[in-house]
């Protein structure tokens, strides 16, 4: 089983940035990787995904334009840039690995998900 580890998380203010990363224990191909979210008392929201084989991205509502997420399979690695945060974007951030397929989904349904990291938290302040 893939062990996952985020890191990068900490606390900003408002219009700045951070890079989250999420290292995997073995490199595995053709797996889809997907950043979620979740605020205290909320529900776990997706936030952005990619298809490791071909680099095919999709990104939530609430952060297009904004993040981008990215791969590095030399070091297993997938990153989330965050640019111009937003307090509402205070979360504890997940990385989750499912089968390829699962990056062409229409939802965000974190049950097609079968490995999670522990979380990073991102705080913004205003």
């Known amino acids: 089983q893939v062990h996952l580890v985020e890191s990068g998380g900490g606390s900003v203010q408002a219009g700045g940035s951070l890079r989250l990363s999420c290292v995997r224990s073995?490199?595995?191909?053709?797996?889809?990787v997907a950043w979620f979210r979740q605020a205290p008392g909320k529900g776990r929201e997706g936030v952005a995904r990619i298809y490791t084989t071909v680099e095919r991205t999709v990104y939530g509502d609430a952060v297009k334009g904004r993040f981008t997420i990215s791969q590095d399979n030399a070091k297993n690695t997938v990153y989330l840039q965050m640019n111009s945060l937003k307090p509402e974007d205070t979360a504890m951030y997940y990385c989750?690995?499912?089968?390829?397929?699962?990056?062409?989904?229409?939802?965000?349904?974190?049950?097609?998900?079968?490995?999670w990291g522990q979380g990073t938290q991102v705080t913004v302040s205003s």
């Open positions: 989750a690995t499912g089968l390829g397929s699962v990056c062409y989904s229409p939802s965000w349904d974190p049950d097609d998900y079968s490995a």
């Open positions: 073995m490199y595995t191909s053709s797996i889809c």
